[in-house]
């Protein structure tokens, strides 16, 4: 499929919420290590101050990140362009390398009641514990969530 196609049918609105997905190129499992997925919760904690958008919850997995954003300005795929793009520089750089970090394109579903939010952002931080990874989720250091603590 044409990455174009995946971009059919998508629409950004603002003040409009979000359940993003996006994979490593291979699903490759680059943020395993402290370093790589400490980068990229940096990167996420620092997007989410920027103003275009707001993160209501995020996860960064092993080889993919989950996000529960609302839009503050600017397009969806705008965003997250921008966020695989800066990610990927941050990576490259921690690898001393170059090339594709993320997969093309990206999935999202665009949340449309109110409280299905909450639901939203505890199947986002709920993903270490679903995946085995930590017995507890104040265990797992790669997720933030304005609804939910520790």
Excluded at 117 to 135: F, K, Q, S, T
């Amino acid at each position: 499929m044409p990455y174009n196609d995946l971009l059919r049918g998508r629409w950004s609105g603002d003040s409009c919420a979000y359940l993003i997905t996006s994979v490593t190129k291979s699903r490759t499992p680059l943020f395993a290590t402290f370093s790589m997925g400490a980068a990229v919760s940096a990167e996420l904690a620092r997007t989410h101050t920027s103003g275009s958008w707001y993160l209501l919850a995020w996860v960064v997995m092993p080889d993919h990140i989950h996000l529960l954003a609302e839009l503050r300005g600017g397009t969806l795929p705008e965003m997250v362009r921008k966020l695989k793009g800066r990610t990927a520089m941050r990576i490259n750089a921690l690898r001393e390398s170059r090339g594709s970090v993320w997969q093309r394109g990206y999935h999202d579903h665009a949340i449309r009641r109110e409280e299905a939010l909450i639901d939203a952002a505890r199947y986002v931080v709920a993903n270490p514990l679903r995946a085995g990874l930590v017995r507890r989720l104040g265990d797992y250091p790669f997720w933030d969530s304005v609804y939910l603590d520790a």
